[in-house]
């Protein structure tokens, strides 16, 4: 009897450290998955803060360029009322100027009286017959 119940025992005790050896090397299979799954989450979650990282960048990019162009609204805005500004300046200038001239012209034509006209005239006329005689 003692050999049968040996050899009983020690298939049964085979069969345990069977299912103990199963057991153990389905959980170290499972734990390398999970571990495996685990490194695969955390490149991921590196890889969302890259991502995040460069929403940032295009959306300050996109400000930046926002205010580039405000900017250059408003300086183009400002420019045109300084042009506005110096053509105005220029044309009251020119205005000033021929309402000027126009003015002492006048006020010299009204101040020649005809006699000094006459006078002047035939002086004119004196010089005229001289260098046409010196010509001769």
Not at 50 to 71: F, P, S
Not at 118 to 125: G, R
């Amino acid at each position: 009897l003692g050999p049968t119940v040996g050899d009983t025992f020690r298939g049964w005790h085979q069969d345990e450290v069977g299912r103990y050896n199963s057991v153990v090397s389905n959980s170290k299979a499972m734990a390398g998955k999970m571990l495996h799954a685990y490194e695969e989450s955390l490149e991921r979650a590196k890889s969302i803060s890259l991502l995040a990282e460069a929403r940032k960048d295009i959306i300050n990019m996109g400000l930046e360029a926002a205010y580039r162009e405000r900017m250059k609204q408003m300086y183009e805005a400002v420019k045109r009322r300084l042009d506005y500004q110096v053509a105005l300046q220029n044309a009251r200038k020119d205005f000033e100027r021929t309402n000027m001239i126009n003015w002492i012209t006048d006020q010299v034509k009204k101040s020649i009286t005809p006699k000094q006209e006459q006078d002047t005239l035939q002086t004119c006329l004196n010089q005229l017959r001289q260098i046409a005689s010196q010509s001769r």
